[in-house]
């Protein structure tokens, strides 16, 4: 069994699909509308197969998003080495995202960066 895709409701959806081409090299499909409910979706794909649907629609709540919360919490992102980390850290840190934690060593031995995307869901990225 494998994970087919992950899915996040978005506000701004063509902002945030061009973060994730941008910053993680995602590829997207065309954007899918549903007429009646007004649902927009972009298939991202990635690499090595995995996928991210992003949604919007019109009558979505908007909620706050503590750090610390029960659910899911984070993507995590391989970039095959300590080089890539580093220098996608300091890229986004360049462009104003805000670093939650790394670049560092992990008390279970990750070396990541902990960043927010532009809605402020949590991306991690690792070797």
Avoid: W
């Avoid at 993680?24 to 996928?51: D, V, W």
């Avoid at 984070?74 to 580093?86: I, M, N, P, T």
Wanted: charged residues 25%; negative net charge; aromatic residues 12%.
């Amino acid at each position: 069994m494998k994970i087919e895709h992950i899915a996040i409701y978005v506000q701004d959806i063509e902002k945030m699909r061009v973060f994730y081409e941008t910053y993680l090299n995602a590829t997207s499909h065309a954007p899918y509308m549903n007429p009646k409910t007004q649902l927009k979706t972009y298939f991202l794909t990635f690499e090595e197969g995995a996928r991210l649907e992003l949604m919007c629609r019109p009558d979505m709540a908007l909620l706050d998003k503590p750090l610390y919360r029960t659910g899911f919490t984070h993507l995590a992102f391989s970039l095959g080495s300590k080089e890539a980390v580093d220098a996608l850290t300091q890229r986004i840190k360049e462009h104003g995202y805000p670093i939650v934690s790394g670049p560092r060593i992990t008390g279970d031995g990750y070396y990541e960066t902990c960043f927010l995307d532009p809605e402020g869901n949590q991306i991690e990225i690792t070797i």
